[in-house]
Each structure stands twice: as structure tokens, then as C-alpha cells.
């Protein structure tokens, strides 16, 4: 009797556990409560090419906040570039570790440290870590042998222990930190770095502190003026998504049209979000110790992919509603006969919102205000709320 109460236990215990993760537009995400989400590991493969993780996600109805990337969460990948959006806050240890193809990543303004091993052995070329971010965890960059330009902010602390061990092509560290760095033993190993810091005061203090005078191969230098200009085509990336080319060996400070920062992108692949208007996006080419002129990214709501539900209705004269579908007072209803059917809700712009059996009945979750393109089965209907 208690091998049978101990089986029904672990049963459940599994139940729960694989009811903790979902997948939605190619990632998988673990529920850490019942409103944010991590990006986690998939059950079975791993990550490619370019990733753009959103800010929130759609299951079950309900609108869950992507605030963590797990730990090891695309370790080992195959993904090229990454986008972290603002509210994650957490990116786990090995997160994103011997990821070899891995070119560029943009972080947010939300983030507030670099844990241990976060990119060890990476393909990165660059890394810009924005302003808010106080520590570098231990050997957060070790065997990154592509690294060549570190941007570093001026809320920054404290370096791990050999955070950039063996990062044999490292040459230029833009250091914006106004305080001589504790742990300066992390920079040691390395040899012939350029040190580019924000006034001669700045490169006066680390030259003449005690830490750092017994750091040898290291030279300190102020920032230099630079200027860059931008390439005003664009290339639509997953769909909802610009990239534009911009030159190496420097960071981008990435804004929205109301001012707030979106992210820091550490290469000279920058990716902006395509959105139901026309935005005009300000990037400011920075090396974190001086900025050029901002340029202005103009992004129009033309460049977004064609909605997947595209062609299953006609624009002027909709499908015959069977089953019923209707919207009133901020309720999706669905009536009549929905036996062993499947209901999709997607926006006009082809971003789904919802997807489960039609047999749970009407969905009231949804942010009111927009037009939807509610399928059941074959029937296809527009709906406002």
C-alpha cells in the first residue's frame, strides 16, 4: 500500500512538473508564477539561428511576462544572435555557454549582473553590458577566443575571478566605471589591452592605484570622438523583426519613440521589433565612455509579415459563423458545434494570442481594444473588443 501511495505522489509530481512548461513561437518557457515565464532549455533539440525572445507571451489566455533565461538555458546552441527584452532581470549561470556561434547579444536595461560562466566559451566578438549592471560573475567570458571589444558600464563593481581568462583576441575594454574595480586580479592574464576610459581623471586613478599597478600588459587611454552613419535599409528578420548593419567594434544603445531604452546591442547586428504603427527608433553609437550622434531607425508597420490567417477570410464578406462565434462586453463567445475542435485567436498582424480545444468555452482575457481573427475548426470569424 505505501509503494502504491509513493507511485501516486511521483505520478503527480510528474504531471506538475511537464504542466510547468510551454512552448510558444519556437521556445520553451518554464512558469515561474502565475504571471512570469523563463526561457528554459527544449525537452528535446536546442536553439538556432537568430532569437528574438519576446516580452510577454500568450497560454491559455492569459498574458505571462518573460522575466529570466534559465540557467544553461542555450548553452551548447546553435543560435546566432539573441535579443533579451526589457523586464528580464535574471539570466542564470551558463546561460548562453559554449555557444560557439554565437556573433551578438542584446541586453536589457533591466539586468543588473553578469553570473559565473554566463557566455564561457562563446562565439561572441563583442559584448556591451548596459548601465544598471553592477557585477561580472567568474569566468563569465573565459575561452571566448573571438572576443575582441568589451563595453563596460560605469554601475559596474565588481569582476569575477578570471571573468576573461583566455580571451587570447581581446584588445579593447571600454571601461565607463568612475571606481577603481575590486578583483582587479581579473584582468592580469590578459596582454596588450587598450583601456579606454571616460576623462584623463578616470585613467589617473587606475594608473595610480594600488590594484591595478601590479596589472601589467594593460595601457589606459581616454575615449576619442567618433562619428557613424546608418545604412537606412532594413532587413525583416522571424517576421516581426528589422536588422540593421552598423559597424563593428562598437556598442548600441537602442531607444523607443517615447525615450525608453529598449537594449544594448553588443555587435553590429541591431534588431528592433516591427509594431502595429510606424516607429521611429533612436540608436546611439557608444562606446559607453562617449557617444556619437543618435540615428534615427525608421521602421514601418508595412515591413511586418502577412498574418498566417491570411487568405482563410475575405476582408469584406466573413465566413458563415458555424459554430457561432461572437464578441460582447470583452468576451470571446463560442457556441453551437465545437465537438473535438481546436480554437486559434490571432491579432490582424498575424500574432497568436490564444490556441486550445474550443471546448473550454469562451475567453475573456484578452486585451480589449483590438480586432481578432477567431478560428474554430475551419470557421473563421473577426471579432472587436
Not at 589591452?193 to 571616460?198: K, M, S
Not at 587611454?221 to 567618433?226: G, H, I, M, S, W
Request: aromatic content about 8%; some cysteine; charged content about 20%.
Amino acid at each position: 500500500m505505501k509503494k502504491i501511495y509513493l507511485l501516486l505522489i511521483l505520478f503527480a509530481a510528474g504531471v506538475s512538473m511537464k504542466a510547468q512548461t510551454l512552448m510558444s513561437g519556437g521556445l520553451t518557457y518554464r512558469l515561474e508564477s502565475d504571471t512570469t515565464v523563463a526561457v528554459t532549455r527544449p525537452q528535446a533539440g536546442s536553439y538556432s539561428g537568430a532569437v528574438m525572445i519576446p516580452t510577454r507571451v500568450n497560454f491559455d489566455g492569459e498574458n505571462l511576462s518573460v522575466t529570466a533565461i534559465d540557467s544553461a538555458a542555450f548553452a551548447g546552441s546553435a543560435v546566432t544572435h539573441v535579443v533579451v527584452p526589457n523586464g528580464v532581470t535574471r539570466i542564470g549561470p551558463r546561460a548562453f555557454a559554449d555557444a560557439t556561434d554565437l556573433q551578438g547579444v542584446t541586453l536589457p536595461a533591466t539586468l543588473s549582473s553578469i553570473e559565473a560562466e554566463t557566455f564561457k566559451g562563446s562565439g561572441l566578438s563583442s559584448l556591451a553590458v548596459p548601465e544598471g549592471v553592477t557585477r561580472i560573475g567568474e569566468r563569465a567570458l573565459a575561452d571566448c577566443g573571438n572576443l575582441r571589444w568589451l563595453f563596460l558600464p560605469e554601475s559596474l563593481e565588481v569582476v569575477g575571478t578570471e571573468a576573461f581568462d583566455y580571451c587570447l583576441g581581446l584588445s579593447e575594454i571600454h571601461l565607463a566605471s568612475s571606481q577603481v574595480l575590486r578583483r582587479a586580479d581579473a584582468f592580469r592574464d590578459l596582454r596588450g589591452i587598450d583601456v579606454v576610459t571616460r576623462a584623463d581623471s578616470v585613467t589617473v586613478a587606475y594608473e595610480e592605484s594600488d590594484e591595478w599597478q601590479d596589472v601589467g600588459g594593460v595601457t589606459f587611454y581616454t575615449a576619442d570622438d567618433f562619428e557613424v552613419s546608418l545604412d537606412p535599409d532594413a532587413d525583416v528578420v522571424n517576421g516581426n523583426w528589422a536588422h540593421f548593419s552598423l559597424p563593428e567594434g562598437l556598442a548600441y544603445a537602442i531607444y523607443d519613440d517615447v525615450d525608453s531604452l529598449i537594449g544594448v546591442a553588443s555587435s553590429s547586428d541591431v534588431y528592433v521589433p516591427i509594431l502595429d504603427r510606424d516607429v521611429d527608433y533612436t540608436i546611439v553609437p557608444t562606446t559607453l565612455t562617449r557617444n556619437a550622434e543618435p540615428l534615427v531607425a525608421t521602421v514601418p508597420r508595412t515591413m511586418m509579415a502577412p498574418s498566417p490567417i491570411a487568405g482563410l477570410i475575405d476582408e469584406n464578406q466573413l465566413a458563415p459563423a458555424e459554430p457561432n462565434i461572437y464578441a460582447s462586453g470583452g468576451v470571446i463567445y463560442i457556441t453551437g458545434d465545437n465537438y473535438g475542435k481546436w480554437v486559434w485567436i490571432h491579432d490582424v498582424y498575424g500574432q497568436l494570442w490564444l490556441e486550445r480545444p474550443a471546448r473550454e468555452g469562451n475567453v475573456g482575457c484578452l486585451p480589449p481594444g483590438r480586432v481578432y481573427v477567431v478560428r474554430v475548426g475551419d470557421t473563421v470569424k473577426k471579432v472587436v473588443l
